[in-house]
């Protein structure tokens, strides 16, 4: 199969060209580099190109025909959504616009879809199931809703086949230590609380202890990157062998406190994280963790790399990679402190 993958050149679209490359299928990055890494495109064919532009998408789908489209490239920084609506908006919706109409012109019908558990906003019942009402609390979950609501509009028309994954909280590596993830800024746990580990970039930041959970700290549901491919894979193979559009949480039904993943980060690495605490962040709900039946029942997921051990430990090994050069520096400067 030929699968356009747009935004194949960042954290989850990477992993999942990596998959899609390993059992001989054939991945064709589009990517504007906005977020994304020339360094992650090592599988498939690149296309430079914007979703708001639809020329580009045009040009990918006329010279690449392929037989199935894989969205990731969209804003995804919650706090930037509050302050740059319209581009959450252009991007995130106006760009999957874009997008349906140049596969409608060019036949190609089916779709699987990055959404996210932030289209829930604030859960009435964890583990939440697909049937939890969607009521985001943020403009980041109210464009990845807006999309899923077009989606499914499209789909009962007959113009369509789509898969909604909605994601729990991505995390860790490939294993060999070759893609990760690497935002700018980074807002997210484990990177954050790994560089403070390393002794780069001072203390982490630890945001709320005072929420209604075990230890007063947020309780998430961390999924590892090479599963939330392999649940890509599973999905795009359900909508070509034609058993139907759908939405479908994917997590581990898990959760740990962000204190619990701090220990999980001692306990892999060997390094405390130094860390100091912080009021709430605004709109991080208190407990959000999936209920995994659906995907189970209908794709036959489950997780098999999303233990946290392992997920940190991946997670590390790619990180010490990456700050290869600042690891080395503070190294030779403690030698020449004992000097
Ligand atoms: N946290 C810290 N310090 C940090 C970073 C995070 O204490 O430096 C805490 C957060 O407050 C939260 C937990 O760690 O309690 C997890 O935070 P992340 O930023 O790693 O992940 P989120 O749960 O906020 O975000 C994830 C996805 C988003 C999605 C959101 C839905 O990454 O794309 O879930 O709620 F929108």
Known sequence: MRVLVVGGAGYIGSHVCRALAARGDEPIVFDNFCSGHRHAVKWGELVEGDIRNPADIARALSVH?????????????????????????DNNV????????????????????????????????????????????????????????????????????????????ACGASPDGDIGE?????????????????????KMKLFGTDYPTRDGTCIRDYIHVVDLADVHLRALDHLIAGRGSFACNVGTGDGFTVREVLDAIARVTGRPVPFEEHPRRAGDPPVLSANTARAKSLLGFEPQHSSIDEIVA??????????????????????????
């Not at 060019?106 to 009435?124: K, M």
């Not at 939440?128 to 009962?156: C, F, H, W």
């Not at 030779?332 to 000097?339: K, S, T």
């Open 65 to 89: 025909s392929p037989d199935a489209v894989m969205h990731f490239a969209a804003n995804i920084e919650v706090g930037s959504g509050e302050t740059q609506p319209l581009d959450f908006w």
């Open 182 to 202: 690497e935002h700018d800024p980074e807002t997210h746990l484990i990177p954050n609380a790994l560089k403070a580990a390393a002794g780069l970039g001072g």
């Open 314 to 339: 991946d997670a590390w090994r790619f990180h010490q990679k990456v700050w290869a050069a600042e690891l080395a520096e503070l190294a030779n400067q403690e030698q020449m402190e004992i000097a």
């Open 94 to 169: 106006g760009g999957v616009i874009n997008l349906l109409k140049e596969m409608q012109a060019a036949n190609c019908r089916t779709l699987v879809f990055s959404s996210t558990c932030a289209t829930y906003g604030i859960p009435e019942t964890v583990p939440m199931t697909e049937d939890e009402p969607q009521a985001p609390i943020n403009v980041y979950g109210r464009t990845k809703l807006a999309v899923e609501t077009m989606l499914s509009d499209l789909a009962r028309c007959g113009h369509i086949d789509y898969a909604a994954l909605r994601y729990f909280n």
